[in-house]
């Protein structure tokens, strides 16, 4: 039986935000190639309430189905995301799924983690913000370092070379 939870701890690690958003997917991926280049956790989060979780199976009108099976179609959903998007198969991916306001859920579980990352634009209604509720207050509150990741910016980052002091003072 599933538990409907509302905390989650995470030690360490990247931990990215996801709400189903081509933006989270985004996110997703570059936290998860991020993740892998510095051998990190990846912790994927969905926070949900009942209007933006996915119906259950059970679901039919005149019924509401239990919490639990809400939970389950979040996780279902969740993890389809993740299996959707095609990670290395190196980097160490757990799913979270937690029932409380986004913002709320994303900055409790940052507590711990090394960075979170959000993606620009969520699902919210208001598309032509350049960005969304929920990275703007992650940005302004949360208790770790924050990357935004924005639509179009799934490309892989460019390889730096190391400068040394030796090459840099014959610069």
Request: proline fraction near 7%; aromatic fraction near 4%.
């Amino acid at each position: 039986m599933i538990e409907v939870c509302e905390t989650v701890n995470i030690d360490g690690g990247v931990l990215v935000g996801h709400d189903g958003s081509e933006c989270a997917q985004e996110a997703l991926a570059w936290a998860a190639g991020l993740a892998g280049r510095a051998g990190l956790e990846l912790h994927v989060v969905r926070a949900w309430g009942l209007t933006t979780a996915p119906r259950p199976a059970a679901w039919e009108p005149g019924f509401v189905p239990p919490m639990t099976d809400y939970e389950q179609a979040v996780r279902d959903e969740l993890d389809a995301h993740v299996a959707g998007a095609a990670l290395e198969p190196s980097v160490r991916v757990r799913t979270h799924v937690l029932h409380r306001p986004p913002v709320k859920g994303l900055i409790d579980a940052a507590k711990r983690v090394d960075l979170l990352v959000v993606g620009a634009r969520g699902l919210g209604g208001f598309t032509g913000l350049l960005l969304g509720s929920v990275s703007d207050q992650c940005v302004h509150h949360a208790p770790c370092p924050v990357t935004v990741v924005r639509t179009g910016a799934g490309r892989p980052l460019p390889l730096v070379a190391a400068v040394t002091m030796d090459s840099a003072a014959r610069g």
